[in-house]
C-alpha cells in the first residue's frame, strides 16, 4: 500500500498533468491543432503586439484559429490580422471619443467588428453614446451590425438598435435580427422595414418570439425543413 | 534596615518555617505583610483541576507534529511491487489527460456549445447533402474546430441535422464537408466576408431563439 501512495504521489508531483487554468494563448492553441511554427509564429507576433497595445486579443486569436483550420496560407493570415489590429485600434479611439474612457475589450471588439461591416465612426459613437452601460453599447454595436449584413441600411440599422434601447432596456436587442428575418419571410422589403423604423416605429419583435409566448426559444425548428430559404424557421 | 528588609526569624516566620519574630515591631510588621498577602491569594483565581491533563495534551501534540514533519525528512527505504505501481501510474495518467483535455489549451475560446445540451437556446441546423459522408458544424462557437460538433442523418435522405444549445450571442460558421468543403448556411441571417476572401454564414441567437431568413 505505500509503494502505491508513493507512485501516485511521483506522478502526481512529476507528471505533466492537467493544465492549469490561465490566460488564452493562441500559440498552444493553435499547436494543439497541429499548426506549423511557420504559422503560429507570425500570429503570435501580432496578438502579442495587440495585448501589448491594450487591445483584446480574443477576436485576433479566434481569426487565426479560423484561418488555421479553413488551411488559410500563414501570410494571408497575418494580413488579416494587422486589418484587424487596425480596426480595434481605430474602434477604441471611436469609443473614447464616445466618452468611455477605459472601453471594455468588447466593446472594443464589437465596434472592430461594425467596422469591418461598413458601419462608420458616427454611427458607432452614436450607439455607444446611446447605450445605458459599456456592455449594452457592445451589443448594440454587434446587432447593429448585424442587421446592417442583413441588408438594412445603416442608419435604420442604428435607429432600430437606438429604439430597442429605449424600448426595454435593450433587453431585446439580440432578438432584432430574428424580427428582421421574419419581416423579410412575410415578403417586407427592407425599404419598408427602413422606412417603419426611421418614422419610429422600430423593429416588431415577432410573436412566436415576443414575451408571453412561453419559452419557445428552446424548441427546435420542427422537423421535415430542408436547408433554404425559411427552412430553419421556427414553429 | 529598610521596610523590605527582614531579620532571618522573620523571613523563617514569612516561610512558614519557624516561630514569630522575638521583636515585638518585627513581629507587627511580619504580620501585616502575612496579612496582605493573605488578602491577595485570596483574589487569585484557582487553576482548574484539569490544568494539568490540558498542558500534557498540549505538548504531547506538538511532538506529534515534529514527529510527522520528522517522516518527510528523514530517509526512508522505498520498497515498490511493480506491478501495483504500474497499475496506479496508468490509472493516475489516464485521470490526467481527461482532465487537460476538458480545460487544457484545445478547449474552445468562447462558452462551449453543446449537442442537444440544456444550456443556452437549443438551435437546430440543418443541410442538405445527399452524397456527403460526413458532415460537421464549425465556427465561433467551437473555436472553428470541424470534429467537435457533428451531423447526423435526419428523418429525410440526405438530411443532416445537428441541435446546438448556444448562449444569446452572435455566432459566425460554416458546415463542412466530408472534413475538407467549408459551405455556408443559406438560412442564416446573414453571409459576411471572413477577411480571407470567402464567407461565413452569421446567425444571431436571441434569448427568445432563432427566425431565420
Keep these: 500500500m505505500r509503494s502505491l501512495l508513493v507512485v501516485c504521489g511521483l506522478v502526481l508531483g512529476l507528471g505533466p498533468g492537467p493544465a492549469v487554468a490561465q490566460d488564452r494563448d493562441v500559440r498552444r492553441e493553435l499547436a494543439a491543432r497541429g499548426a506549423p511554427s511557420a504559422f503560429i509564429g507570425p500570429v503570435g507576433m501580432l496578438v502579442d503586439r495587440a495585448r501589448l497595445e491594450g487591445l483584446p486579443a480574443a477576436p ?47 466593446m472594443v471588439a464589437a465596434g472592430a467588428e461594425a467596422l469591418g461591416r461598413g458601419l462608420g465612426a458616427d454611427e458607432i459613437g452614436t450607439l455607444i453614446r446611446s447605450a445605458r452601460t459599456p456592455e449594452q453599447g457592445a451589443i448594440g454595436l454587434q446587432v447593429a451590425a448585424s442587421l446592417a449584413a442583413q441588408g438594412l441600411a445603416r442608419n435604420a440599422a442604428v435607429a432600430a438598435v437606438r429604439h430597442a434601447y429605449e424600448r426595454d432596456g435593450g433587453q431585446d436587442l439580440f432578438e432584432l435580427p430574428s424580427a428582421l428575418a421574419d419581416l423579410s419571410g412575410q415578403g417586407v422589403s427592407m425599404a419598408d422595414v427602413a422606412q417603419r423604423i426611421m418614422r419610429g416605429g422600430g423593429l416588431p419583435i415577432p410573436p412566436m418570439a415576443g414575451r408571453g409566448s412561453g419559452r419557445p426559444g428552446n424548441v427546435p425548428p420542427g422537423p421535415g425543413g430542408r436547408a433554404g430559404p425559411k427552412s430553419g424557421r421556427r414553429r | 534596615m529598610n ?32 496579612a496582605e498577602v493573605a488578602m491577595y491569594a485570596a483574589d487569585l483565581d484557582v487553576p482548574s483541576a484539569d490544568l494539568d491533563a490540558r498542558v500534557l495534551a498540549a505538548v504531547r501534540a506538538r511532538a506529534a507534529r515534529r514527529a510527522w514533519w520528522r517522516w518527510f525528512v528523514r530517509p526512508h527505504r ?118 480571407f476572401g470567402q464567407t461565413n454564414s452569421l446567425l ?6 432563432v427566425v431565420r431568413s
Design chain 2, 3 to 34: 521596610d523590605d528588609a527582614w531579620t532571618n526569624d522573620a523571613q523563617r516566620f514569612l516561610d512558614g518555617d519557624g516561630d514569630p519574630p522575638a521583636d515585638a515591631d518585627e513581629r507587627a510588621r511580619a504580620g501585616r505583610f502575612a
Design chain 1, 60 to 106: 485576433l486569436a479566434d481569426k487565426a484559429l479560423e484561418g488555421w483550420a479553413k488551411r488559410v496560407p500563414p501570410d494571408r493570415v497575418a494580413g488579416a490580422l494587422e486589418q484587424m489590429r487596425m480596426r480595434l485600434v481605430e474602434a477604441r479611439a471611436i469609443a473614447v471619443q464616445a466618452g468611455v474612457t477605459d472601453p471594455p475589450g468588447v
Design chain 2, 78 to 195: 522505498l520498497v515498490i511491487r511493480p506491478a501495483l505501481a504500474a497499475a496506479a501510474a496508468v490509472v493516475l495518467v489516464v485521470l490526467s489527460a481527461g482532465v487537460a483535455r476538458m480545460i487544457g489549451p484545445g478547449a474552445p475560446p468562447v462558452p462551449a456549445p453543446s449537442a442537444s445540451g440544456s444550456d443556452g437556446v437549443l438551435v437546430r441546423f440543418e443541410f442538405v447533402a445527399p452524397a456527403a459522408h460526413r458532415v460537421s458544424l464549425a465556427g465561433s462557437f467551437n473555436g472553428w474546430n470541424d470534429s467537435t460538433l457533428t451531423f447526423s442523418h435526419g428523418t429525410q435522405a440526405g438530411v443532416w441535422t445537428v441541435t446546438v444549445a448556444l448562449p444569446p450571442g452572435e455566432y459566425q460558421y460554416l458546415f463542412v464537408v466530408d472534413g475538407e468543403r467549408w459551405i455556408p448556411d443559406p438560412t442564416a441571417h446573414a453571409q459576411v466576408k471572413d477577411e
Design chain 2, 204 to 209: 444571431v441567437v436571441g434569448p427568445r431563439g
